[in-house]
């Protein structure tokens, strides 16, 4: 009798907790004896960057990112009609849906998408509505599905980026590509690209109205309009002067990201014209 249960494993309940979480640990301070982070970087290096595109064969686009241990993939299908009894608009909707993996965390994740994961989803959404250009698809829809593998810091500029990729994969009209990082003050310093081990040791802290911290979230396209930017998400206590400092820094990382996205595209067209030109001489 076939059952839904492996027996050559043993498995724990759904719920279980992994030991790990409740062991205690020594604090590790934010800076290392060196004044460099924990990982080695300064306060303006990246994290290293990977991307792809075409790993989805049933998508019409998609994407696949990694941001340090922080990894992320992303399916676009559309345009499509939409479905009956939703609001008549002639211009094109957006449906973006954003997915944390159950093991993408130290404590496991639920299959049902907790609040996180619907305002990430409204984030998103929000972001690639200014980025697609919608006029061209009326009495349509555009489904993006993100998957995050795994959370290690900057899940949704790591989302927003792949998003981007994949839509421009997917030959969907947008005005320029989506660009999306992070941006954390601690201690009086800026920090790019922050880990979570990072971001949790910063929301760790407690601020008075003497010191400042937290962190800043963009999405931009940064060819269009001189670097419009689509999405911005700041939280923490932080000075007007400072968070103006903290989006230049961060508008500066994105063209970094941007040049890197551009030659990803470009490569993957070039070897799709090799393909093409050998599969036509043969």
Same mark, same amino acid.
């Given at each position: 009798?076939a *059952? ?7 498995? !724990? ?25 924990i ?11 990977f ?38 608009? $002639? ?8 997915k944390?993996?159950?093991?993408s ?11 996180k994961?619907?305002?990430m989803?409204r984030?998103?959404?929000?972001? &690639? ?26 899940? $949704?500029?790591?989302?927003?980026? =792949? =998003?981007? @990729?994949? @839509? ?20 009086g ?6 880990? &979570? ?6 929301c760790?802290?407690?601020?008075? @109205?003497? *010191?400042?911290?937290?962190?800043l979230?963009? !999405? ?12 911005? $998400? ?8 400072? $968070?103006?400092?903290? &989006?230049?820094? =961060? ?13 990803? @595209?470009?490569?993957y067209?070039?070897?799709?014209l ?5 599969i036509?001489?043969?």
């Amino acid at each position: 009798m076939a *059952t839904g249960r492996d027996s050559r494993r043993i498995q !724990g309940p759904e719920k279980s907790i992994s030991y790990t979480v409740f062991q205690q640990k020594e604090k590790k301070p934010f800076l290392g004896a060196d004044g460099m982070r924990i990982d080695g970087r300064s306060a303006i290096d990246p994290r290293k960057l990977f991307m792809n595109v075409g790993i989805i064969s049933q998508a019409k686009g998609s994407s696949y990112l990694e941001m340090g241990n922080t990894k992320v993939c992303c399916g676009v299908y559309g345009p499509k009609d939409i479905q009956r009894g939703n609001d008549f608009k $002639l211009t094109g909707q957006v449906m973006c849906e954003v997915k944390m993996a159950p093991f993408s965390c130290v404590v496991r994740k639920s299959p049902q998408p907790d609040k996180k994961q619907r305002e990430m989803s409204r984030q998103m959404k929000e972001a &690639l509505e200014s980025v697609i250009v919608l006029e061209k698809f009326p009495k349509s829809q555009i489904d993006v599905y993100l998957t995050v593998i795994e959370d290690d810091g900057g899940a $949704l500029a790591a989302c927003i980026t =792949a =998003a981007g @990729l994949a @839509l421009c994969h997917a030959n969907i009209d947008v005005y320029d590509f989506l660009i999306g990082t992070t941006v954390l003050w601690y201690g009086g310093v800026m920090y790019v690209d922050p880990s &979570l081990y990072e971001e949790e040791y910063e929301c760790s802290e407690n601020y008075t @109205l003497e *010191t400042e911290g937290g962190h800043l979230t963009i !999405g931009m396209m940064p060819n269009y309009a001189n670097g419009q930017v689509s999405l911005m $998400l700041q939280e923490g206590q932080v000075s007007a002067d400072n $968070l103006c400092e903290g &989006l230049d820094l =961060a508008v500066e990382m994105c063209q970094r990201i941007y040049t890197l996205s551009k030659k990803t @595209l470009e490569d993957y067209i070039d070897q799709a014209l090799s393909d093409e030109a050998a599969i036509t001489v043969e």
